[in-house]
């Protein structure tokens, strides 16, 4: 039976992504992202969040991502789920061709720095 392996998240990113060269002209780039959920358990509104590490390998997303992502922006990333044993932690991992990263909002420092929300045309 055929299993499909596909995550999506909105979040705001932690820090600037972080582009590292992983042999053979292949780069990856890292980033994190903090999702927060309503605790249920709790008497008041209180929110808990979580952190995702976020690994990009498409190299078109690399560069839009490292250009134009700054900590603090509202994004969406959609991609596959991969454990690592040697640090035994889930990592989003957005791959040729279905993943997707898109900037849903800027952050207000990002805006105050006159930052562009997307690539120029041409």
Request: overall charge negative.
């Amino acid at each position: 039976m055929y299993r499909m392996n596909r995550v999506s998240l909105v979040g705001t990113t932690v820090a600037q992504p972080q582009i590292y060269d992983v042999g053979g002209n292949k780069r990856l780039m890292v980033m994190d992202v903090i999702t927060e959920i309503l605790d249920a358990n709790c008497d008041q509104e209180s929110f808990r969040q979580h952190l995702h590490k976020i690994a990009v390998e498409e190299p078109l997303l690399i560069e839009y991502a490292h250009s134009f992502i700054l900590p603090g922006d509202l994004v969406f990333v959609e991609g596959q789920l991969e454990h690592l044993t040697k640090d035994s932690e889930t990592w989003i991992v957005v791959t040729e061709p279905h993943g997707l990263l898109h900037l849903l909002s800027r952050s207000v420092q990002s805006r105050k720095k006159g930052v562009a929300a997307f690539p120029p045309n041409g």
